[in-house]
């Protein structure tokens, strides 16, 4: 999973690999160890409802589970999903999650590709 992080907005990228973990009940996640020694690991999974849990290094993201189907099934698409927590008002923080369009482009088309050789 790749995250890009830029004032009050997360962005989360995960390939197709990651898409299907994510679909059959899994987790996707990416770990990074700080010279520091301290390792922060952002972590997401579906879930009936938007939330967020703090457990130390550990961000906790579920993400609505019809709205990651429903991307999933209109794919290959440079449009992801928005998403905003609202923990303080001024300040909230927007979460965009997407499927990396490259990747489920080759891996799409391929798959379909590989059905017309016959």
Do not use: Y
Not at 9 to 27: F, I, M, P
Not at 93 to 117: I, P, Y
């Amino acid at each position: 999973m790749r995250v890009q992080m830029e004032g009050q907005t997360l962005r989360l990228r995960v390939d197709e690999a990651e898409l299907a973990r994510l679909l059959s009940g899994g987790s996707a996640e990416n770990c990074t160890l700080l010279p520091d020694g301290r390792t922060e690991i952002q972590r997401i999974r579906l879930a009936d409802a938007l939330a967020w849990r703090r457990e130390d290094a550990i961000w906790n993201i579920d993400i609505p589970e019809a709205d990651v189907r429903a991307l999933s099934d209109r794919l290959p698409s440079r449009d992801g999903l928005h998403f905003s927590f609202s923990g303080s008002a001024a300040h909230p923080l927007e979460v965009l999650f997407d499927v990396d369009v490259r990747d489920s482009a080759r891996r799409r088309f391929h798959k379909s590709s590989e059905g017309d050789a016959s």
